[in-house]
């Protein structure tokens, strides 16, 4: 099949354009009528030739070049027909369209490479009926088809688009001839115009033959205008975009030149150009930054890249952002340690109250350190280890509840230590990258915030809080917490590589300090390379003097007003804690006190008052009802029989719920709500085994279960609950509930239970006791096996409360359910007062 149809480029014999664009519609009818009804059909590949036309054609095919041979030896007339797929070679009968153009082969050049080079003049449309003959080539019965021609305003006026259209993609196309588009303009026959037009400019093939399927001429003219309207456009932007794409490679070379221009100037004045004076800055700042040898080298390979690279080159600029990066950290950069053991007890205890653990380990650290320093000269004769060196940095977790102080603890230990104080917040962080940044390949590349934070405090050794460790996330961008493995390890730090610098960073000197509200979303390696340090919620004396001593005279100044005009009374502090907070740190207490405060000033501005002195009462009036009634409610809430007040920890702190049982009239039923895990359903469940197989021992009749449904809730259904530790207390409300004894309301517990009855040990502890004394309980029940974890309470506690260690359920429900007696009249005194 033949396809080298190049009517952009010239022929390949001189013509002149008039020879590819004459006009024969004078002769065609006449000639059509000696056309023969069967021709020879020469397959075309993507290409298709119009009536009126002439088109150069170069024939390669054996089959194709004995066609050519035999239709020269006899009238010279040939069907052209086009391949529907132009990659085909040798297409069949069914793969080529049926409407074609009956061609005249006006000249014939035999080629030395066997080819043979014809020219052909398209002369009348037709379409294939049936094909006679396939080999050696194809022959076939055709009807001729002229087209329908009209002639009125519109024919004429698409006509003129069509040729307004063509010449000025003309004008974009510098190889179409410029007499071709002198000859297209003078035109008027309308069909001549459509297939001169059609045959010279570029379209898919699709388009092509339909322009020479259509019949009727004015519907030619349409599709071609549509055709050159979309290419004009294509051409037009184009044009555009090279425009802009060569306006700005002649502001870049406008620039290059003038650069060089004033590069020039400035070697005749002897003053050196900007590039060098950036290359002679960065190599003072590479000699006085006492980087690390590999990270000179690197410094200085880099600083040699830059001195051959043309100040226009974008390499330029990244490697100039890198070298600026390298020579603004603190390669050797330090603030000296105030190891004074006094000063630093005295700042810790100025700054916070209590806080014991925290303040002991601050002491033991910077003791240690003096020790290393006043005895350097004896360490340095023992033998070293070239594996296990000596770590000089210290690594802390901070878990506790909100509001307990955790963040300001790092300010005050980088007083105490006279150390530069950064924190960076790792919550909702889940980008690997932000942790060690990203590589140089990518644009806008950067350090990540560990690097960012060591050059903005421009300090080696800073006190470096890691807030929120635990609220890290991972995903397909990669594992933070992963990537803080190194960082936070003892072992690796001294060789921080961050993706970006490439080069190792030492964090051996930085005090890491890490905060979380629960440890059990830390990654277990990454809390492995951590002291961590509990800090739990504060007692409601521990309230009052962080209040009396940090959050009034804080809160006074926030508001403007003087301590000679404001006097908080003990009672009102103890009355704002006790019944407008129960938190395990102080955010909400501060918060009310705040409050007052606002009141308070804006009753001295307007001049109602002149001073004032808090007491319950103002408390009271100005805070609205107390929102929590501490043991009043529990009271109430544990009157009736089959109610228990539980202890639970959450990572807010310790706090207590409820647990409600109740039966109705059914068959043996268990049902269980409250939004609780499965952990908690199966200690529910494990209590109701152990009371149907104690039942006679317990004093609970067999038909309470075969002739009931029981129903056990923990309120606060919105709340998600699990755990293992409310198995206690959910026994003890089932217990109450059958034998219809209330549990003493001063009373809470916590203990996992076996079915068998063991009480087993919780965690925990501290946090729920503190939870218990916030809300005015006096009684606690627990396992024996936490007795250890009570030497952690704070003396005010343990001398207020009570703690019944138990071993067993039977002596939980003997210390938790009232007796008969008192009972039945408690009872009666709840029925009443119902």
Request: charged fraction near 30%.
């Amino acid at each position: 099949m033949e396809n080298n149809h190049e009517p952009k480029n010239p022929p390949l014999n001189p013509m002149d354009p008039d020879d590819l664009t004459f006009d024969i519609s004078d002769n065609l009818d006449k000639a059509m009528k000696n056309f023969p009804d069967e021709v020879a059909i020469l397959p075309l590949r993507g290409v298709v030739v119009y009536p009126q036309t002439i088109v150069p054609l170069t024939i390669g095919q054996p089959r194709s070049i004995k066609l050519i041979d035999d239709v020269i030896a006899n009238n010279k007339l040939v069907g052209l027909v086009a391949s529907k797929n132009a990659e085909l070679e040798n297409p069949t009968v069914k793969e080529m369209y049926r409407t074609g153009t009956v061609g005249s082969i006006h000249r014939l050049f035999r080629a030395p490479d066997g080819t043979i080079r014809i020219l052909v003049q398209g002369m009348a449309r037709f379409i294939t009926e049936e094909y006679t003959q396939i080999d050696p080539y194809f022959r076939a019965r055709i009807t001729y088809r002229p087209e329908i021609q009209e002639s009125n305003l519109q024919v004429d006026a698409l006509a003129r688009n069509a040729r307004d259209q063509f010449e000025r993609i003309a004008e974009m196309i510098p190889t179409l001839p410029r007499e071709l588009v002198s000859t297209v303009a003078t035109y008027t026959d309308a069909l001549q115009t459509v297939y001169t037009i059609a045959n010279f400019q570029r379209m898919d093939l699709a388009d092509a033959q339909a322009i020479l399927e259509i019949d009727r001429v004015i519907a030619k003219l349409r599709r071609l205008v549509s055709i050159l309207t979309r290419e004009r456009d294509v051409l037009e932007l184009g044009q555009k975009i090279q425009n802009e794409a060569r306006s700005e490679m002649e502001k870049t070379q406008r620039e290059y030149f003038l650069r060089e221009q004033l590069k020039a100037i400035q070697e005749e004045l002897g003053e050196g150009d900007e590039q060098t004076a950036d290359i002679e800055e960065f190599r003072l700042k590479i000699d006085s930054a006492h980087m690390s040898d590999e990270a000179s080298k690197q410094a200085r390979r880099e600083l040699d890249r830059l001195s051959r690279l043309p100040t226009a080159a974008a390499e330029y600029g990244v490697i100039r952002t890198y070298l600026d990066w390298m020579v603004s950290l603190p390669w050797s950069v330090t603030t000296p340690d105030n190891l004074d053991i006094a000063h630093a007890r005295l700042v810790l205890e100025k700054d916070h109250y209590g806080l014991k653990d925290v303040k002991t380990r601050i002491l033991e650290y910077l003791a240690v350190r003096k020790l290393r320093q006043d005895r350097k000269t004896e360490i340095s004769r023992r033998k070293k280890d070239e594996i296990r060196k000596v770590r000089e940095g210290v690594i802390l977790c901070f878990i506790g509840p909100p509001g307990v102080g955790k963040t300001s603890l790092g300010q005050s230990i980088a007083r105490a230590m006279n150390r530069k104080f950064i924190r960076i917040s790792l919550g909702g962080v889940r980008d690997e990258a932000e942790i060690r940044g990203h590589r140089r390949t990518y644009i806008g590349a950067m350090p990540g915030r560990i690097l960012q934070s060591m050059r903005r405090i421009e300090s080696h050794n800073p006190v470096f809080m890691l807030d929120e460790i635990d609220k890290l996330r991972f995903d397909f961008s990669g594992d933070p917490a992963s990537a803080l493995l190194e960082v936070l390890d003892p072992e690796q730090n001294r060789e921080f590589r961050d993706h970006y610098l490439e080069v190792a960073f030492d964090l051996s000197q930085v005090m890491f300090i890490t905060t979380a509200n629960s440890l059990e979303t830390i990654p277990p390696p990454l809390l492995d390379r951590m002291e961590v340090i509990q800090i739990a919620g504060y007692t409601e004396e521990e309230k009052y003097h962080i209040a009396r001593q940090y959050l009034v005279p804080r809160q006074l100044k926030e508001n403007g007003l003087l301590d000679k005009e404001v006097k908080f009374s003990s009672k009102a502090l103890h009355t704002i804690i006790r019944n407008y907070t129960q938190e395990a740190g102080v955010r909400n207490l501060e918060r009310q006190i705040g409050s007052i405060c606002r009141k308070l000033a804006t009753a001295i501005t307007e001049g109602k008052i002149t001073r004032a002195s808090v007491t319950p009462d103002y408390v009271r009036s100005e805070l609205g009802a107390p929102l929590f009634k501490g043991s009043q409610e529990i009271s109430m809430r544990t009157s009736i029989p089959g109610v228990a007040t539980g202890l639970a920890w959450t990572a807010y702190g310790g706090d207590i719920l409820f647990v409600e049982a109740t039966r109705m009239p059914g068959s043996n039923g268990f049902m269980i709500t409250g939004s609780i895990g499965n952990v908690m359903q199966e200690s529910a469940k494990a209590g109701l085994s152990f009371i149907r197989s104690h039942a006679h021992e317990l004093q609970i009749p067999d038909s309470i279960f075969t002739e009931s449904d029981i129903h056990l809730h923990v309120p606060a259904g919105a709340q998600p609950k699990d755990g293992p530790s409310a198995g206690l207390t959910m026994i003890t409300a089932m217990v109450s509930l059958f034998r219809q004894q209330p549990v003493r309301y001063d009373t809470g517990m916590t203990g996992e239970i076996t079915l068998r009855g063991q009480v087993l040990p919780v965690g925990g502890i501290k946090e729920k006791i503190l939870a218990a004394h916030r809300s005015g309980l006096k009684r606690v029940i627990l396992p024996k096996r936490n007795k250890e974890d009570l030497d952690d309470l704070p003396e005010s506690v343990i001398k207020t409360m009570e703690f019944i260690l138990a071993d067993n359920v039977l002596e939980v429900l003997d210390n938790a359910l009232l007796p008969v007696k008192k009972a039945a009249k408690r009872i009666q005194k709840s029925s009443v007062t119902s």
